[in-house]
């Protein structure tokens, strides 16, 4: 089966709302090759190139694209395959109004830093930070809010979780008919935390294959990652403490449905193997996940 | 050397304040095993036994220790060497007023689970938890506030802290003459997060060496952990997102005295490589570090 280039140039969104019109449509078991921008546009070329405010549009998000067979209710099951970068540049920012330590002494903003990418390795000054590609933005359509590509939330959105990489299954709840997949906002290396505001941004090309699973036993209410050796349940809230809540949560829920355990049990062997994680800290909702080994959790589904 | 051994009935305390009196000094260099009780001071030996509310005395530090030529303004260097389990049931609890989940529909309180220890495993119903013990409560006589041995603050203290394992070398501020090293409250497993308020709650036997780093340039203000691949600074707040920024300004400002980098260029590669980690998020105040890779921080002193 050949394989579906869908780009930037085909369609965007910056926000993430119930009514989305799809660039193109698929059937389940589709595979895709998806071209990304960088979140800033490509606005930044040099280490003149600043950013003074977070623009009103930021991490174009490629698509949405429509899955056949995608009902409410459902989950939609994004494998990422690769993550290929599209140029040989990644920028890293820092910006007024934004990041962990914004305002703190000795934190400029604006400031930009290059990244030349050079055998796999971003340039650091003298340092070599090894590219090890992350999905920033990456979600569905919303049940009933809206939500612009700077916002997390149970749709997805602004994750900015490192586990959105190549060789890892995210999967969220279907709100809308066709779910309405999009995705951008990539970067050649983050951190988690995201404590600056940016990771490398950078423009990539990312080859997903999409499938949907019908009637998922439990349900999903938030995204869900699937990594080598962990499920990861994703929420974002107000608060750290409120996003490790949900978090804690959900992952309680897939506990108990395998093992037929009560909350409390579940909850106990949460405080044991795994655990909480931060995905970014710097968004206007922050995003915490709850890892489970999978020799604690074989198949949500 | 033969290895001084320290018991907890030699002395624990439940408060870490600036006046302690030392069990024992010891020389730098000094190789002790330390003994510990459980966090729950022996009084959980069966499911039946529950704990209703926080009791007052909890997480006994064996100890202090006093270090010979340890001055305000050194860094006590604690090599964390083994931790043997001292009995053979871990337990872990949920205690009403207490935990991530407290009072969460679904979340019972109190409830006790004994884990039976055998092979390295601790047993969770049909589930074997692997033994990867756990410091959970280590420090060093403060600066000038107290706090009991629930609180994590500069000192250390109720750390909760995954990384004080086997292996890993903690790295404490000495505030007071001799340092005075006290720890307890070990776990045989504990996840990031320490959601329902306990790990598996065990007595130990601790294996260390103690060294004291004269003058360090940087200083240090809070604790800090060295693992196999990295350095993790490691702070204590009332919210998670406090504790993230004194974790990474601490990170920065290692980072730029290595590398005469300013802070915003270091806050910049904090945001690339590493990142942010939950220690955990049930103590009066909760626990976050920043893990800076050892290939961009080769040795903070």
Same mark, same amino acid.
């Given at each position: #089966?050949?394989r /579906?280039?869908? &780009?930037h140039e085909?369609?965007v969104?910056? /926000?993430? +709302?119930?009514?989305? /019109?799809?660039?193109t449509?698929v059937?389940?078991?589709?595979?895709?090759?998806?071209?990304?921008?960088d979140?800033l546009?490509?606005t *930044?070329?040099?280490?003149a190139d600043v950013?003074?405010s977070?623009p009103?549009?930021?991490n174009?998000?490629t698509g949405? *694209?429509?899955?056949?067979? @995608?009902?409410?209710?459902?989950?939609?099951?994004?494998?990422?395959?690769?993550i290929?970068?599209a140029?040989?540049?990644?920028?890293v920012?820092?910006?007024?109004?934004?990041?962990?330590?914004d305002g703190? /002494?000795?934190i400029?903003?604006?400031?930009?830093r290059?990244l030349?990418? +050079?055998?796999? =390795?971003? @340039?650091f000054g003298?340092l070599? !930070?090894?590219?090890?590609?992350?999905?920033g933005? *990456?979600g569905?359509?919303?049940? &009933?809010?809206?939500?612009?590509t700077?916002?997390?939330?149970?749709h997805g959105g602004n994750?900015?979780?490192?586990d #959105?990489t190549?060789?890892?299954?995210?999967?969220?709840?279907?709100f809308?008919?066709?779910?309405?997949? $999009?995705m951008?906002?990539?970067?050649?290396?983050?951190? %988690?935390g995201e #404590?600056?505001?940016?990771?490398?941004?950078?423009?990539?090309?990312?080859? !997903?294959?999409?499938?949907v699973?019908? %009637?998922p036993?439990?349900g999903l209410?938030?995204?869900?990652? +699937?990594?080598a050796d962990?499920w990861?349940?994703i @929420?974002? $809230?107000e608060?750290?403490?409120? =996003?490790?809540?949900?978090?804690?949560?959900?992952?309680?829920?897939l506990?108990?449905?395998?093992?037929?355990?009560?909350?409390?049990?579940?909850?106990?062997?949460s405080?044991?193997?795994?655990?909480?994680?931060?995905?970014?800290?710097?968004d206007p909702?922050v995003?915490?996940r709850? $890892?489970?080994p999978?020799?604690?959790?074989?198949d949500?589904?």
């Amino acid at each position: #089966m050949e394989r /579906e280039h869908v &780009s930037h140039e085909d369609g965007v969104v910056y /926000e993430f +709302e119930p009514d989305l /019109e799809a660039v193109t449509t698929v059937e389940p078991g589709a595979k895709l090759t998806i071209e990304t921008k960088d979140s800033l546009n490509g606005t *930044i070329r040099t280490e003149a190139d600043v950013i003074e405010s977070i623009p009103s549009q930021v991490n174009a998000a490629t698509g949405p *694209i429509a899955v056949e067979g @995608a009902d409410p209710g459902d989950v939609l099951r994004v494998e990422i395959e690769e993550i290929r970068l599209a140029e040989d540049q990644g920028r890293v920012v820092t910006i007024g109004g934004f990041g962990l330590l914004d305002g703190h /002494e000795g934190i400029e903003s604006p400031r930009t830093r290059l990244l030349a990418v +050079e055998d796999d =390795a971003l @340039a650091f000054g003298d340092l070599e !930070v090894p590219v090890d590609p992350v999905i920033g933005t *990456i979600g569905v359509a919303t049940e &009933s809010d809206s939500y612009t590509t700077l916002v997390p939330h149970d749709h997805g959105g602004n994750l900015d979780t490192t586990d #959105m990489t190549a060789g890892s299954v995210a999967y969220f709840p279907v709100f809308q008919e066709g779910a309405m997949l $999009a995705m951008g906002d990539c970067k050649a290396a983050m951190a %988690d935390g995201e #404590m600056c505001g940016t990771g490398a941004e950078i423009a990539t090309e990312i080859d !997903v294959t999409l499938e949907v699973v019908s %009637d998922p036993e439990p349900g999903l209410e938030r995204p869900l990652v +699937e990594t080598a050796d962990a499920w990861k349940t994703i @929420a974002s $809230a107000e608060t750290l403490e409120e =996003a490790c809540e949900l978090a804690n949560r959900d992952a309680l829920e897939l506990l108990a449905a395998e093992h037929g355990w009560d909350s409390t049990d579940a909850y106990m062997l949460s405080s044991l193997v795994g655990g909480l994680e931060i995905s970014q800290v710097v968004d206007p909702l922050v995003t915490a996940r709850n $890892a489970v080994p999978k020799a604690y959790l074989e198949d949500p589904f």
